[in-house]
């Protein structure tokens, strides 16, 4: 993929998306993923993870990636925001169901998988874990446990984290299945099935044709775990395979 610089970005049109680049970030495929599927262009623009990022700063006020940034509008930082933007300038292909009975439990599934303290928030936490072993700790790993939450309790906490999101997802998959549906709510994609496809991957991620990311970046993905491997049951990975053969291109591009 293609970045252009924050300092290009600041002066460019349209929707610029802030991006980790090289590494598959499962919030930034997670947006990426919704304004492909909504057909909504954007200019790639660079992030080093886990880097100082002076200027995503001077510009956005915070220094994580994804940001979406809409003509002259505010920066949007938080994966909700973000969504409800590619709601607001695709309303065509909704991802989020009118009716608010559907809609809350979009938005609470999304929350548990995307938001902080959810499965994509503990999961970073166990990959952290093996670098908050060494002595000294990198400093990449300082900075990314002190923004994210890193303490040997919340790690502690983790997996059971995992297991309990995972749980209820599984459930009600199941649930929709009996129903005749592949999706998590409705009879329809929304926004939680490309959350899910995407986060999944923090434990199981797909192959290197399809998701060409370096390897040492693999080893930090893939869990070795057996208890949080398992959190990906075969229901929940079919999931994940049935969205990017029907909703997701590959392979995978950062
Ligand atoms: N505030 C974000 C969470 C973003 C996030 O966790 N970003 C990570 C994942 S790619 C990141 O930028 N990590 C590298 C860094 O902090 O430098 C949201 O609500 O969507």
Not at 6 to 18: Q, S, T
Not at 44 to 67: D, I
Not at 92 to 113: K, T, Y
Not at 202 to 223: C, F, H, K, Q, W
């Amino acid at each position: 993929m293609k970045y252009i610089t924050v300092e290009e970005a600041i002066e460019a049109p349209g929707l610029r998306l802030v991006l980790t680049a090289g590494v598959p970030g499962p919030w930034g495929e997670s947006a990426k993923a919704i304004l492909s599927y909504k057909e909504i262009p954007f200019t790639p623009v660079y992030q080093q993870g886990g880097g100082e990022n002076r200027a995503l700063k001077a510009w956005t006020g915070q220094t994580s990636a994804p940001v979406a940034v809409y003509e002259d509008r505010p920066p949007i930082c938080h994966w909700l925001d973000l969504l409800m933007l590619a709601e607001q300038l695709a309303p065509a292909r909704p991802l989020l169901p009118e009716d608010m009975a559907p809609r809350a439990r979009v938005i609470g599934l999304s929350a548990l998988i995307v938001g902080v303290d959810g499965f994509g928030f503990n999961r970073r936490l166990q990959m952290l874990a093996p670098m908050m072993a060494v002595d000294p700790v990198p400093e990449i790993a300082v900075t990314l446990g002190a923004k994210y939450g890193y303490s040997e309790q919340a790690r502690k906490n983790s997996t059971e984290r995992l297991q309990a999101i995972s749980a209820l997802l599984d459930a009600g998959l199941a649930a929709q299945q009996a129903e005749g549906s592949d999706y998590f709510v409705g009879d329809s994609v929304t926004a939680v099935d490309f959350y899910w496809a995407n986060f999944a991957g923090m434990v199981l991620p797909l192959g290197p044709r399809d998701n060409p990311m370096p390897d040492p970046v693999r080893a930090t993905y893939e869990s070795s775990d057996g208890e949080t491997r398992a959190c990906i049951t075969p229901r929940l990975e079919a999931h994940r395979d049935m969205m990017y053969r029907r909703h997701i291109a590959l392979p995978l591009d950062f």
